[in-house]
């Protein structure tokens, strides 16, 4: 199977990961923070401005690679803080308002000055 690496301006990037991998049918979106990647600044302090800006990114990833967000299958928060979730997910359902996709989440590992949340997702695409 080969590996398509998916790359957008419309993201945060890092030389250090791909935004996006295509193998076969299945799209594998990076962990996106809610960075705005046209300022380099954070969406907000809220958990709720970075949960949907974080997921804004994921999207653009996935428009790159011809999905729209309705091909997510599965999507995995992490949070900085647990006590984030109900704020976390008040952003997230301004993005997944109905028929949402399968979805975890987890503490995030690391701590990252002022990130409070990362977002990866797993989306398919039609053959």
Request: hydrophobic share 45%.
């Amino acid at each position: 199977m080969t590996r398509q690496i998916i790359a957008t301006p419309n993201a945060p990037s890092s030389p250090l990961f791909s935004q996006g991998i295509r193998a076969g049918s299945a799209l594998y979106v990076s962990g996106m923070v809610g960075v705005d990647p046209t300022t380099g600044e954070l969406a907000g302090a809220a958990i709720e401005k970075q949960t949907t800006q974080a997921l804004r990114n994921c999207e653009s990833v996935l428009e790159a690679a011809g999905c729209t967000l309705a091909d997510v299958a599965m999507v995995t928060v992490l949070l900085a803080n647990p006590a984030d979730f109900a704020g976390m997910n008040e952003g997230y359902a301004t993005v997944f308002p109905t028929d949402p996709p399968a979805r975890a989440v987890a503490r995030l590992g690391p701590e990252l000055p002022g990130i409070l949340v990362s977002i990866t997702m797993t989306a398919h695409i039609a053959q």
